[in-house]
């Protein structure tokens, strides 16, 4: 790899293990609040902080000429349905199968980039595929006979798809706006796929709309689940995923399941699981190898 190459893997890595940070977050927050309510919440102040960002550092002129439309139908798609159906596949089945599934990411992200860039898959490219899964698969530190394979692993399964093909249309058909840019559009098409989740649940009664616990504590929580694991994340990952392209970058996210066992291990006194640190080292070996020239 060459300098340039260590910068966008370091942005992919540092995306994925700052989005790492919201899942404990979420796990207390879950308890008082509804998932619809905090997903809503969750592009809502995104887009509240990366929108006037945008605008103050590269203008309006930028914005007026910008293709709005289609990065808000991107971002509808791509990653607020993606984002929907994770959690109702989570909810129709269990974390098992959403870690399971969520570990396939590398293949849909092949398979966006043979359907749309007609990448030529080389030898280095499928071992560190390969590679990626297996430590993705021990990163999660669950078993395949635990998982509940049916509608809601399927519905999970979906969700990453949109993901792959949210991350390739967000960096590549949106290429004349710079990764901020990108970043902030996208994610007002993806607040607004999670209003529209938000009125159905409520209008009929479908539960999750509840807002929960307000103190100090969980508003700091609601800060690192949005600002850290949303915001910030999700911005260095286009930057990332725009230069390396979806099939390498999404080769990253495989080893997020060992960034919030670190995580839980360092900030909440969880216990250490040599296999799913295996299965990061694994991982990263993955993304070296993909990305070797020879």
């Keep these: 790899m060459n300098n340039l190459s260590l910068r966008y893997n370091f942005a992919c890595f540092s995306a994925m293990f700052l989005w790492a940070f919201g899942f404990p977050a979420a796990e207390v927050l879950l308890e008082s609040w509804g998932s619809v309510t905090l997903i809503f919440i969750r592009f809502f102040v995104t887009i509240l902080i990366l929108m006037p960002v945008w605008l103050f550092i590269e203008g309006k002129k930028v914005f007026i000429k910008a293709p709005i439309y289609k990065s808000i139908i991107i971002g509808f798609i791509g990653w607020g349905l993606g984002a929907n159906f994770l959690l109702i596949g989570q909810k129709l089945s269990d974390p098992v199968t959403t870690a399971i599934c969520a570990a396939m990411m590398p293949i849909f992200g092949a398979i966006v980039e043979l359907i749309y860039d007609r990448r030529k898959m080389s030898f280095n490219i499928l071992i560190g595929v390969s590679l990626a899964l297996v430590g993705g698969y021990l ?25 792959a093909w949210g991350t390739r249309a967000s960096t590549k058909g949106l290429s004349n706006l710079t990764y901020l840019g990108q970043s902030a559009l996208t994610m007002t098409g993806g607040m607004i796929a999670s209003l529209v989740f938000y009125l159905i649940s409520l209008f009929f009664g479908l539960g999750e709309t509840q807002v929960g616990n307000a103190d100090y504590y969980h508003i700091v929580l609601l800060f690192i689940f949005v600002l850290v694991s949303q915001t910030i994340s999700q911005t260095i990952w286009i930057l990332g995923a725009g230069q390396l392209g979806v099939l390498l970058a999404s080769l990253h996210s495989n080893g997020l399941p060992f960034y919030v066992m670190l995580i839980i291990v360092f900030f909440f006194g969880g216990s250490w699981n040599w296999i799913q640190a295996l299965g990061a080292f694994v991982v990263g070996l993955g993304v070296i190898v993909a990305q070797r020239r020879k």
């Design 139 to 163: 990163a999660t530190g669950v078993q395949f006979s635990d998982g509940q394979f049916g509608l809601g692993a399927i519905i999970c399964i979906m969700a990453v798809i949109l993901f």
